[in-house]
């Protein structure tokens, strides 16, 4: 920048010259994969209808009952007697039926 004289465009050198553009082969990069994945609600509706039938059952149970009077008496009646009755004041009238 020192060496450039004042006036000239490119410092009293020659000009650059263009070269013709030049190609190579192409090259191809590996192809990338993208997934957009789209998220659709719907709703079904779904009834599931139930009936309850209520049944009542009574039940009736029968006591029976069977009332009954009942007497009854002992008596006493000695038998086997050998000799003479027990005691003096033996009597008929002891015995009890």
Known sequence: M???PWGH???????PQAMPV???PSQTSPTRHYVKTNIINTVIPV?????TTTVNKHIV?????????CNGRNGYVPHGLV?????????????RY
């Open 2 to 4: 020192y060496n450039k």
């Open 47 to 51: 009834f599931h209808p139930a009936h």
């Open 83 to 95: 000799g003479a009755p027990p005691g003096p004041d033996f009597t008929r009238s002891q015995f």
């Open 9 to 15: 465009p490119f410092g009293g050198q020659r000009p």
């Open 61 to 69: 149970t029968y006591k029976h009952f069977y009332p009954h009077g």
């Open 22 to 24: 030049q190609y190579d």
